[in-house]
């Protein structure tokens, strides 16, 4: 069975590992493979942001990270959505994603979207099959291109 966990200071270090699992996304968005403790405690556990486990059974496989309202646009925003290396390719992130919006749905939620860096073709595939679709391209604060993609649930 796949639910959610809260990550909390003392399960961080799990975050740490399946963030640092994909080396490739790490580099393609903030240029260093590894991301560090502080790195990972300031994405994680912000007042901001909703930051979970997914688990399978009792296993940690990947996290999630969701802005129930962006302040600018009032919209739900799904931040990232990451499964450890060594569970990718069963389907998993798609069932992660279902449980997501699951669960916006359940609070009222009308649409999510997401940005992606624009590089970041895996991704673009991943979305846009979940049917997810594009509304326009933005600069992030580091000065990425982030394609924002939107579905209405």
């Avoid at 966990?5 to 080396?23: D, G, H, M, R, W």
């Avoid at 990451?82 to 279902?98: K, L, P, V, W």
């Avoid at 940005?115 to 979940?130: D, P, Y």
């Amino acid at each position: 069975m796949m639910y959610f966990e809260e990550i909390t200071k003392e399960t961080l270090y799990i975050a740490q590992e399946i963030v640092n699992s994909n080396p490739e996304y790490n580099e393609c968005e903030n240029g260093n493979v590894n991301r560090s403790p502080s790195e990972i405690e300031g994405e994680f556990l912000n007042p901001k942001t909703t930051s979970v486990f997914v688990k399978l059974d009792d296993t940690y496989i990947g996290v999630i990270d969701y802005l129930m309202e962006n302040p600018k646009d009032n919209c739900p925003w799904l931040g990232l959505l990451m499964i450890h290396r060594d569970y990718q390719g069963y389907g998993f992130g798609q069932q992660a994603y279902a449980l997501y919006e699951n669960e916006m749905q359940s609070r009222g939620v009308e649409r999510v979207r997401i940005g992606v860096i624009s590089e970041n073709t895996k991704a673009h595939r991943f979305w846009m099959k979940l049917g997810f679709l594009y509304i326009k391209t933005a600069i992030w604060e580091n000065g990425k291109e982030i394609f924002c993609y939107e579905k209405n649930l």
